[in-house]
């Protein structure tokens, strides 16, 4: 069964920076696309990034400039380095991955959902 693991969410400053991994396993591919997106209390969920089976990746406007999506084949992980947080960023963020290779800005192409990790930006 495929499983999809978050972590390194947490409590920071604005200006701040933070790294979350997405651990996956039972993936049909190790060349899957995947992608994090996020939602707000109230709000809709949000795309954030996503990264092709070869690596490249595209970033939502909201985002762009401040946060880098990369990913280890080898290991099955994905990571998002968040840098030059602002408190708009405060949500739970989400690891996603589909049965392609082609990633994709909307939530519902994708086939497998992590539980979400908790961030919070202090202003």
């Known amino acids: 069964q495929v499983q999809l693991v978050e972590s390194g969410g947490g409590l920071v400053q604005g200006g701040g920076s933070l790294r979350l991994s997405c651990a996956a396993s039972g993936l049909p591919s190790s060349i899957s696309a995947m992608a994090w997106f996020r939602q707000a209390p109230g709000k809709e969920r949000e795309f954030v990034a996503f990264i092709n089976g070869n690596g490249i990746t595209f970033s939502g406007d909201s985002v762009k400039g401040r946060f880098t999506v990369s990913r280890d084949n080898a290991k099955n992980t994905m990571s998002l380095q968040m840098d030059s947080l602002k408190p708009e960023d405060t949500a739970v963020y989400y690891c996603?991955?589909?049965?392609?290779?082609?990633?994709?800005?909307?939530?519902?192409?994708?086939?497998?959902w992590g539980q979400g990790t908790q961030v919070t930006i202090s202003s």
């Open positions: 996603a991955a589909r049965t392609g290779f082609w990633g994709s800005r909307n939530s519902r192409d994708y086939n497998y």
